[in-house]
Nanobody, 119 residues
Framework: QVQLVESGGGSVQPGGSLRLSCAAS????????MGWYRQAPGKQRELVAV???????SYADSVKGRFTISRDNAKNTVTLQMNSLKPEDTDVYYC?????????????WGQGTQVTVSS
């Protein structure tokens, strides 16, 4: 069994910062990628940022230059530093991990954490 525990969501004013963290534990090893997605009610879940095992990263165009993703391979954690937040960043953010489990390559999701940007 694999568990993803997210933390760091909350409310902030426009221009503020938040830091999201996600820790993966359980029967997962050789993690290929760790990332963050977000989803608004009635909309599709979209990629925010991903970091791969080689350290390469990808970002949604809407967050480039404002968000930074990083990971700690030893601790199986991924962090999303979000700066210069805008009201349109308001969403539920989900941690995503893709890696090898005893059952083969699998994708896992966190429970989601709310980010609200409002004045």
């Amino acid at each position: 069994q694999v568990q993803l525990v997210e933390s760091g969501g909350g409310s902030v004013q426009p221009g503020g910062s938040l830091r999201l963290s996600c820790a993966a534990s359980g029967s997962i090893f050789n993690i290929n990628s760790m990332g963050w997605y977000r989803q608004a009610p009635g909309k599709q879940r979209e990629l925010v940022a991903v970091i791969r095992s080689d350290g390469s990263t990808s970002y949604a165009d809407s967050v480039k230059g404002r968000f930074t993703i990083s990971r700690d391979n030893a601790k199986n954690t991924v962090t999303l530093q979000m700066n210069s937040l805008k009201p349109e960043d308001t969403d539920v953010y989900y941690c995503n991990v893709y890696g090898r489990s005893p059952y083969g390559l699998r994708e896992y999701w966190g429970q989601g954490t709310q980010v609200t940007v409002s004045s």
